[in-house]
């Protein structure tokens, strides 16, 4: 069956240092992957699309990679700050997909 | 624009008691509609979408139901809540041929 797993853990890192979150997934062929941020009692909120030809997507601070053959794409925040703590979802889907599953998430808390 | 539109924002029902929670979206047509349910410190489960008036998929079977009534309107309802449908229930669209979804800021279930 089709899996996505992102860091199991709550991640911590000190304010202007790059936040790197993994996210793995199997028995899937996805054409895209999207990240999602969640606030605390608030729905999610659109980040990033990157396509399965794309390798690398950016947007201001934030990073997004691809790699079909590990089946993984990285998502990066650099020079963090203490409002990027949220937490980050996301969700791998075939180009057909009328639906998106999603990822558990990671908790990014950026200290200052 | 586009928005989506959730209520109420809190409710604490008994159990046995119904439920109906509506959304609605405006400044588009023929959206694909979602309900998803996020368990406390958990993932989003799709529950419900809508590819139309009147046409309901069902992810997971349990004690709700969906409807669509009109082309803009997505409701959740059920004839008797249990103790298990507390949690975090969010309403989302997606445009017809594009792929990320827009979140209401949902509704907090409290079943007690």
């Known amino acids: 069956s089709q899996k996505i797993e992102q860091n199991s853990e709550a991640l911590n890192i000190q304010e202007g240092k790059t936040a790197t979150l993994t996210c793995n997934y199997t028995?899937?062929?996805?054409?895209?992957l999207q990240w999602y941020r969640q606030d605390p009692g608030r729905g999610p909120v659109f980040l990033l699309l990157?396509?399965?030809?794309?390798k690398e997507k950016r947007k201001e601070r934030l990073k997004v990679t691809f790699d079909t053959t590990l089946k993984q794409s990285l998502f990066h925040i650099t020079a963090s700050q203490p409002a990027d703590s949220a937490t980050y979802l996301c969700?791998?889907?075939?180009?057909?997909?009328?639906?998106?599953?999603f990822g558990s998430g990671t908790q990014l808390t950026v200290l200052p | 624009s586009q928005t989506i539109h959730q209520w109420p924002a809190t409710l604490v029902q008994p159990v046995g008691s119904p439920l109906s929670l509506e959304c609605t979206v405006e400044?588009?047509?023929?959206?694909?509609l979602y309900w998803y349910r996020q368990a406390a410190g958990r993932g989003l489960q799709l529950l419900f979408y809508?590819?139309?008036?009147?046409?309901i998929s069902s992810e997971v079977p349990q004690n709700l139901s969906a409807s669509r009534p009109q082309d803009r309107q997505f409701i959740l309802s059920s004839k008797k809540l249990l103790l298990s449908d507390s949690g975090f229930y969010l309403c989302?669209?997606?445009?017809?041929?594009?792929?990320?979804?827009?979140f209401g800021a949902g509704t907090r279930l409290s079943v007690l």
């Open positions: 028995n899937y062929s996805p054409a895209y």
């Open positions: 990157i396509r399965e030809n794309e």
């Open positions: 809508s590819v139309g008036i009147g046409q």
């Open positions: 969700a791998p889907a075939s180009g057909s997909a009328r639906q998106l599953t």
């Open positions: 989302a669209w997606r445009g017809t041929g594009g792929n990320i979804q827009y």
């Open positions: 400044g588009t047509s023929n959206p694909n």
